[in-house]
């Protein structure tokens, strides 16, 4: 039998959904043709690789489209029902970095969980006593948009960073009522999110792999997860008669 | 009235997607977000990869959250969550391209694609590492009918049984649908780096 036949069963053979006989077959042919066995790793790495890709971020845009669709009602969930929801949330920015540097020093931000939130009315915003505990010696000021040059240049990291940015101006166009106590645990959020994505663009800069890549694309990821949430947060604190 | 509410340290996430599904049943819109927060990437790649158009793709993931939301109440959890969203979503990709009258160019066996063979003289070559990258890339290059095989199959995990009956074909065509798909990505992503080589048809 030619390669081309042989090559033909190479996806049911890697599926396991060749008969036995014929896998037999296949596998004396792979062992003394190198073409053939050849396509089979390749189809066998192209398989492994395709079945772990990373997922897609859509547009922060999209679940108010939705919610308006069904027709929820913003008043109907409330800022306190955010709060709670917020503060259940786990935002870890040392992802993968034990892969990375392993004495790098990891920073675990839990939004809430170390908050005692007290809520006086249900429709206004609530007041937070924030006891930033895990923030070690990350300051406010580290609010400054990460330096950017050095890394890369990466189709998704830039597609990434532009969701940043325009999440995080959204956030800045309606955070004037905000309460202090709510601002400044929003900039320290950020600020420890852009000192993980600093640390992680660093090591990628100095040595990219496709592995410290990944690990830029889940410090970004992850600081999207967490302005995702202030945005709403954001759009929740704006008063119902301004539309 | 006024009440304190303390939060533990690591509050590990106690509601599962049953517990969210029930409460957005019920009505609970917040719950139903957090069903969004946890689906919508897995939801949106799929269809971006099977349209390959991200405001389609867009377009599509809204579709299927407001009818998700429509039919939470018919989740009963005997199957998985995810399970029953995929598939959800991927009915709402096929109609999708019913609606715009796009052949799932799954008729005949033999496409327009020939399967690049390969023979014992020419020098084998290793494709270089799986870029993820490089791989979306070469799925959106895929052909229609082609894509929709290998999105299911491969990145989604459908068995072939599944994909015959969600598109309509027998088992053998898709089998042999994905086949022609991986051979077509392996020489799209050969292609990329080593243009040196020679293929032959
Ligand atoms: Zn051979």
């Not at chain 1, 033909?8 to 053979?13: C, I, R, T, V």
């Not at chain 2, 407001?66 to 995929?86: D, N, P």
Request: overall charge neutral.
């Amino acid at each position: 039998m030619a390669c081309a036949n042989f090559q033909d069963q190479l996806s049911d053979f890697l599926d396991g959904e060749l008969a036995a006989n014929d896998r037999q077959n296949l596998e004396r042919h792979l062992r003394t043709c190198s073409v053939c066995t050849t396509i089979r790793d390749d189809l066998a790495r192209l398989i492994a690789a395709s079945a772990n890709l990373p997922l897609h971020t859509p547009s922060p845009a999209l679940w108010a489209n939705i919610e308006r669709e069904i027709g929820a009602g913003r008043v109907a969930a409330g800022p306190a029902a955010w709060w709670n929801r917020l503060s259940a949330r786990h935002y870890d920015f040392s992802i993968s970095a034990r892969q990375l540097v392993a004495a790098a020093a990891t920073v675990t931000v839990a939004v809430g969980a170390f908050w005692a939130i007290q809520i006086a009315s249900p429709n206004a915003l609530p007041t937070l006593d924030v006891n930033w505990n895990s923030m070690g010696g990350t300051s406010s000021q580290g609010v400054q948009a990460v330096p950017l040059a050095h890394v890369a240049s990466n189709d998704e990291i830039a597609r990434l960073r532009g969701l940043v940015d325009e999440m995080t101006a959204t956030i800045a166009s309606s955070q004037s009522n905000w309460s202090s106590e709510l601002k400044s645990t929003y900039l320290k959020s950020v600020a420890a999110a852009d000192a993980r994505i600093a640390e992680v663009e660093r090591a990628h800069a100095v040595a990219p792999s496709d592995a410290s890549r990944e690990v830029v694309l889940a410090a970004y990821r992850e600081k999207l997860r967490l302005l995702d949430e202030f945005a709403r947060l954001a759009s929740e604190a704006r008063p119902p008669a301004a539309k | 009235m006024q009440y304190l509410a303390a939060v533990a340290i690591e509050t590990p996430r106690v509601e599962t997607d049953l517990d969210l599904a029930r409460a957005s049943a019920a009505g609970d819109t917040a719950a139903f977000e957090q069903l969004y927060r946890q689906h919508h990437r897995r939801v949106f790649s799929l269809c971006l990869r099977m349209l390959g158009n991200p405001t389609e793709a867009e377009d599509l993931t809204q579709d299927v959250f407001v009818q998700l939301f429509r039919k939470i109440g018919s989740f009963r959890g005997e199957s998985a969550f995810t399970t029953w969203l995929h598939r959800m979503t991927v009915n709402q990709v096929l109609m999708h391209f019913r609606k715009r009258n796009v052949r799932p160019e799954l008729t005949t066996d033999d496409g327009e694609l020939p399967v690049t063979i390969e023979v014992g003289t020419d020098k084998p070559s290793r494709m270089p590492i799986v870029d993820h990258i490089a791989l979306e890339r070469a799925i959106g290059e895929l052909p229609k009918g082609y894509r929709t095989v290998f999105v299911l199959h491969d990145v989604e995990g459908y068995e072939h049984e599944e994909i015959g009956r969600m598109l309509g074909v027998t088992v053998g065509t898709s089998k042999s649908q994905l086949h022609k798909a991986r051979m077509r990505i392996r020489t799209l992503l050969d292609k990329k780096s080593s243009d040196n080589r020679e293929v032959q048809a």
